[in-house]
């Protein structure tokens, strides 16, 4: 993992993402960041976990850093590693200590997939102690006082895979995201796709019908993303249809039959 990488997007949010609060969350991050509590994101894929950390950065002129966790990513990752340099050997900070030295927000998306000492690394930044220990430095960084540490995970698609434990759960205020009322799901679509309103319903019909098909057994539902997707081919000139196939139907099964039957029903509703 290039540490530079995160040096370089250790950058304020200069434009405002477009965001619809639904049920207070906005709210509660300024509480917790207030109480500098770190904030857990519980939700399905593309129901605007993202999108929510980065609006927040915005409205709090904040830097934000994004680490989008994997089964590989480690503690040295995030923490910082000793590398070769000319004819010296120098310290980079990882993305975790750059965020705590300079008051930056870390997002650590998915963090359930990464390896299980990430977890550890981040225990002593979130309760009281608000350190961060670096082991190869023997330094203990206390964190800047606009520091905000936010995780999200999608407990659906991690039972039975990768849970995180409810001793780290707990260190955490957290928020739950889910799929937008219809009416509110429709509004998103039109903001974010200029598609038109009539339209937009139809949309919102069809992931509202996906979602409802329990004995498809599909890993991933429709997301709020899939149908901005496909509003916006729409809006580009792609006929109605093809764009809900390729935007909505290909991404969530490779089974053709199951293809098939949930093209069959996307039909009927556009």
Same mark, same amino acid.
């Given at each position: 993992m290039n540490? @530079?990488?995160?040096l370089?997007n250790a950058?304020?949010? #200069?434009?405002?993402p ?5 049920d207070k969350? @906005? $709210?509660v ?5 207030e109480?500098?509590l770190?904030?857990?994101l519980?939700? !399905?894929?593309?129901?605007?976990k993202s999108?929510f ?5 915005y409205?709090?002129?904040l830097?934000? %850093?994004t680490v989008s &966790?994997?089964? $590989? ?10 590398? %070769? #340099?000319?004819?010296e050997? /120098?310290?980079? @900070? ?5 965020a =705590? ?8 998306? +998915?963090v359930? +997939?990464?390896?299980p000492?990430v977890v550890?690394a ?11 220990y670096?082991d #190869?430095?023997g330094?203990? =960084? ?5 520091? *905000? ?5 999608? !407990? ?6 990768? $849970? ?7 260190r955490? =205020?957290?928020?739950?995201f889910?799929? !937008?009322d219809p009416?509110i799901?429709? +509004? /998103?679509?039109v903001? +974010?796709?200029?598609?038109e $309103?009539g339209l937009a ?6 992931g509202?019908? %996906?979602?409802?098909l329990k004995e498809?057994? *599909?890993t991933?539902?429709v ?6 997707d496909?509003?916006?081919?729409i809006?580009s000139g792609? !006929?109605?249809? *093809?764009?809900?196939k390729?935007?909505i ?8 039959d199951?293809?098939?039957a949930? %093209?069959?029903? &996307?039909?009927?509703?556009?």
């Amino acid at each position: 993992m290039n540490n @530079d990488s995160f040096l370089i997007n250790a950058n304020k949010v #200069k434009v405002q993402p477009y965001y619809r609060p639904i049920d207070k969350e @906005d $709210e509660v991050f300024q509480k917790s960041f207030e109480n500098k509590l770190p904030l857990l994101l519980k939700g !399905p894929t593309g129901t605007g976990k993202s999108r929510f950390v980065e609006y927040m950065a915005y409205k709090n002129d904040l830097p934000l %850093i994004t680490v989008s &966790c994997h089964e $590989e990513t480690s503690a040295t990752d995030l923490i910082g590693r000793f590398i %070769i #340099k000319g004819a010296e050997t /120098i310290w980079i @900070d990882g993305p975790l200590t750059t965020a =705590v030295r300079t008051g930056s927000i870390l997002y650590l998306d +998915e963090v359930a +997939e990464a390896r299980p000492d990430v977890v550890v690394a981040i225990h002593s930044l979130t309760d009281h102690r608000r350190e961060l220990y670096i082991d #190869k430095l023997g330094e203990v =960084v206390k964190a800047h006082e606009d520091f *905000l540490l936010i995780a999200s995970f999608n !407990p659906g698609y991690q039972r039975g895979f990768k $849970e995180l434990k409810p001793s780290t759960r707990q260190r955490f =205020v957290a928020l739950s995201f889910q799929y !937008p009322d219809p009416g509110i799901e429709a +509004e /998103i679509l039109v903001q +974010e796709s200029g598609v038109e $309103e009539g339209l937009a319903k139809k949309l919102v019909n069809i992931g509202s019908k %996906i979602r409802n098909l329990k004995e498809m057994g *599909l890993t991933e539902t429709v997301s709020t993303r899939l149908l901005v997707d496909a509003a916006k081919l729409i809006v580009s000139g792609l !006929p109605k249809r *093809l764009s809900v196939k390729v935007a909505i139907v290909e991404p969530l099964t490779d089974d053709d039959d199951i293809a098939q039957a949930l %093209i069959d029903a &996307c039909n009927l509703l556009i």
